[in-house]
């Protein structure tokens, strides 16, 4: 797998305790969106210390001239690591790969199901479609615990206003009187409700592995067929 040496060029503050981070984009790197990369960081120990290394999907759309990761700033020896990052410091990562990935043709439409930081690998779907104008139809259900843990949510909303065939359903597992999305978990009754009116839909779900797991086995026992099931479990995030 090829092997990209970046620079960081700069970070921003994305939701609460969330950060995407941009890097200089390698000349000759390509990849399709929904795809992820492996970001190695140096680690203290001396040039012999094997290097630290996450695997992350990746925010930015092929068009941009950065390539971006999102994530939640945990006490892990990674994160900080890469939340103590100044803008230049050298990094390498590896990739693309995944199979999570927008589809060439857009005859069918998606329902994109995201738990918290799992909504980054949309985010590069969306970002494309908007910007090329492409014929895919989305609808995506995003759910966080508060509003303040959405990362990207103004975004998305801009991204609604752009593009008339994304349909955002954002909502909060907390209550939240200031709110005016939906509020609760989001199980097979809410995937159906988002599926209204549509024929056929590719059904993609990334967030926790335990949401993934739970979410996709309930959908299949409510006659979802699992072909039409895509999903993606997000580790340390």
């Known amino acids: 797998m090829p092997t990209y040496d ?3 060029i700069d970070r921003l503050t994305v939701a609460r305790d969330t950060a995407a981070f941009r890097f200089a984009k390698p000349e000759g790197f390509a990849f399709v969106p929904g795809q992820t990369i492996s970001l190695a960081l140096p680690q203290d120990g001396g040039a012999d210390a094997p290097p630290l290394k996450h695997t992350f999907s990746l925010v930015s759309a092929p068009h941009e001239d950065a390539v971006c990761v999102a994530t939640r700033l945990r006490d892990t020896p990674f994160k900080r690591v890469l ?11 590896s990739g693309p790969y995944g199979k999570l990935t927008l589809p060439g043709e857009a005859g069918r439409p998606l329902v994109l199901v995201a738990g918290g930081i799992g909504v980054t690998p949309y985010m ?4 494309h479609a908007t910007h090329a104008g492409t014929p895919h139809q989305f609808t ?25 065939r994304l349909r955002l359903l954002a909502t909060l597992t ?10 609760g978990r989001i199980d097979a009754a809410a995937v159906r409700r988002a599926m209204d009116g549509l024929s056929d839909p590719w059904i993609y779900i990334t967030g926790s592995p335990a949401m993934v797991e739970a979410l996709g086995g309930s959908l299949a026992q409510a006659g979802i067929p699992e072909a039409s099931i895509r999903s993606e479990g997000f580790y340390g995030y």
């Open 124 to 127: 590069s779907m969306l970002r």
């Open 174 to 183: 907390a209550p939240d009187e200031r709110w005016e999305g939906l509020h």
């Open 6 to 8: 970046t620079r960081l």
């Open 83 to 93: 939340a103590g990052l100044a803008p230049g410091a050298q990094a390498r990562f």
């Open 140 to 164: 995506l259900l995003y759910s966080n615990r508060r509003a303040e843990d959405a990362a990207f949510l103004d975004e998305l909303r801009e991204l609604t206003r752009l593009n008339p």
